[in-house]
């Protein structure tokens, strides 16, 4: 099992250029989140998708969208990249029942 | 609304003890804690349910007071794998979002 995978690991944009984070995990979980984490401010729930078809903003929502493509993928967009945006992003899944959510690796991304 | 931690970083001799505690302003259904070592992913530790029962995960442990609405971590005869930072998580019961706290740094020396 792999678990939660994200790629890319690193990515470097410029104002207003566009991209999508994508995130992938093998363990038939229903639910899977984005997050993002600042230097202080731990972490910030983005969007969540409870099952496959349903998304829900979470605390920070703008300036994001979010695609649940099927059971195993979520993936994150950016639309317009502002340098506010510069952050870690997590995924996560978890599965029906267990309370347990499971992080991939990251992506790190620096808008300039 | 985010839950407060503290202390915002401690630093510890293997072997001693150290307690992080985590508030919030709004009634708690459950408290997560999540550990995460520099450059990595955060790791699930182990949740607290309204009524349930103090948690154990290795030496480390945590209680739930729901008057206080706040919880605490305590680490017992820390060890060197222990440093990392510490997130607390709050969810209101039924809500799949968690609420994670600033964390608190813990580092451990020989």
């Known amino acids: 099992n792999a678990g939660v995978t994200q790629t890319p690991k690193f990515q470097v944009l410029k104002t207003g250029q566009s991209m999508t984070l994508q995130c992938a995990q093998d363990m038939n979980h229903n639910s899977m989140y984005w997050y993002r984490q600042d230097p202080g401010m731990g972490l910030r729930l983005i969007y969540y998708?409870?099952?496959?078809?349903?998304?829900d903003k979470g605390e920070v929502p703008n300036g994001y969208n979010v695609s649940r493509l099927n059971k195993r993928e979520f993936s994150l967009r950016l639309e317009s990249a502002a340098p506010s945006q510069t952050s870690v992003y997590f995924c996560a899944s978890r599965r029906q029942g267990n309370y347990e959510q499971y992080f991939g690796p990251g992506t790190r991304l620096t808008v300039t | 609304q985010q839950p407060v931690q503290s202390p915002q970083a401690v630093i510890l001799r293997e072997g001693e003890d150290a307690v992080i505690n985590c508030s919030s302003s709004k009634a708690l259904y459950s408290v997560h804690w999540y550990r995460q070592k520099h450059g990595e992913a955060p790791v699930f530790l182990m949740i607290?349910?309204?009524?349930?029962e103090q948690m154990r995960h290795e030496k480390i442990s945590a209680s739930f007071n729901e008057k206080k609405q706040q919880s605490s971590l305590y680490l017992t005869a820390s060890q060197l794998s222990y440093s990392g930072t510490y997130f607390c998580g709050i969810a209101n019961f039924g809500n799949e979002k968690l609420t994670f706290g600033t964390g608190t740094r813990l580092t451990i020396i020989p």
């Open positions: 607290l349910l309204k009524g349930g």
């Open positions: 998708s409870a099952s496959e078809g349903t998304t």
